[in-house]
């Protein structure tokens, strides 16, 4: 019996192993996307504040129209380019979350597909077609889980390389 709750344990280990590093990769890039929103924010400002400074000492209505075209031509240049980096990331963010779960569904299942069996297997079943019926429904519900691992893998990379595509 401390076999299989030995088995479960480290499934468990497993599981939350997995959900930290999602965690981590998620406070990671968070930080990385915050650090890009504060550094636009600041330049934003001091090039606000120039181009203040650089209005009030212009005299002729063409200088401030000028000042004001630049002005706005180069916020949108860097609002776009502030937009472009954080779209990068958070498309390499989706392709290593993808990752990371396709990886856990694949091995945890069959983690979790290994210790059922043993765990049926130490079972007294007299009626040997049950144990035929219960093996049966387990390599059923393996293919079908492989399958549904197969299609949220490649809908992932699917969506990476879209994502990919949009920012070129």
Do not use: W
């Amino acid at each position: 019996m401390a076999s299989k709750q030995e088995q479960f344990n480290e499934l468990q280990r497993k599981n939350l192993e997995t959900a930290m590093r999602l965690a981590q990769l998620s406070i990671e890039n968070s930080q990385r996307i915050m650090e890009i929103q504060v550094t636009m924010a600041k330049s934003l400002f001091e090039e606000g504040v120039e181009n203040a400074k650089a209005l009030s000492s212009a005299n002729d209505p063409k200088g401030i129209m000028d000042l004001r075209a630049h002005y706005a031509q180069s916020t949108t240049e860097k609002m776009l380019s502030c937009a472009r980096e954080i779209a990068e990331i958070t498309a390499r963010t989706q392709s290593e979350f993808g990752k990371l779960v396709g990886e856990q569904l694949s091995t945890g299942s069959q983690d979790m597909f290994e210790a059922m069996q043993k765990m049926f297997k130490g079972m007294p079943i007299a009626d040997q077609n049950a144990l035929s019926a219960l093996q049966n429904a387990m390599d059923t519900t393996r293919a079908a889980f492989e399958q549904i691992t197969r299609a949220s893998t490649e809908a992932f990379r699917s969506g990476a390389a879209q994502g990919s595509k949009g920012r070129k």
